[in-house]
């Protein structure tokens, strides 16, 4: 049973940055380098949206209110997931939540993936 550990979080200005790791236990090397891996986000009152994701290959996506400020990343070999935040905004206050699916294929619905961390409050003034 995979388990994903987020951390980084914390209170920022805007326009500083902050990078976010999510780590993997109780999967395997090889079943976690084949994963899609991504980062989800929920704003006050608002509802889980996708934010960016990894496939297996490498291949990256980002929803466009983070495109071009913010970069996914993972390390195989260390089970981990990351995501670097540049020139945050207020807007990005949310808790960013990382995410598994066993699959090498990324779909951009929170329903298509079985594993979560528990979240990390990105707060941003």
């Known amino acids: 049973h995979v388990q994903l550990v987020e951390s980084g979080g914390g209170s920022v200005k805007a326009g500083e940055s902050l990078k976010l790791s999510c780590v993997a236990f109780?999967?395997?090397?090889?079943?976690?380098?084949?994963?899609?891996m991504a980062w989800f986000r929920q704003g006050p009152g608002k509802e889980r949206e996708w934010a960016a994701d990894?496939?297996?290959?490498?291949?990256?996506d980002y929803s466009d209110s983070v495109k071009g400020r913010f970069t996914v990343s993972r390390d195989n070999a260390k089970n981990t997931l990351y995501l670097q935040m540049n020139s945050l905004k207020p807007e990005d206050t949310a808790v960013y939540y990382c995410?598994?699916?066993?699959?090498?294929?990324?779909?951009?619905?929170?329903?298509?993936?079985?594993?979560w961390g528990q979240g990390t409050q990105v707060t941003v003034s």
């Open positions: 995410a598994g699916r066993d699959d090498t294929l990324c779909y951009l619905g929170p329903s298509y993936y079985a594993y």
């Open positions: 109780g999967g395997t090397y090889s079943s976690y380098r084949s994963y899609c």
């Open positions: 990894v496939a297996r290959d490498g291949t990256t």
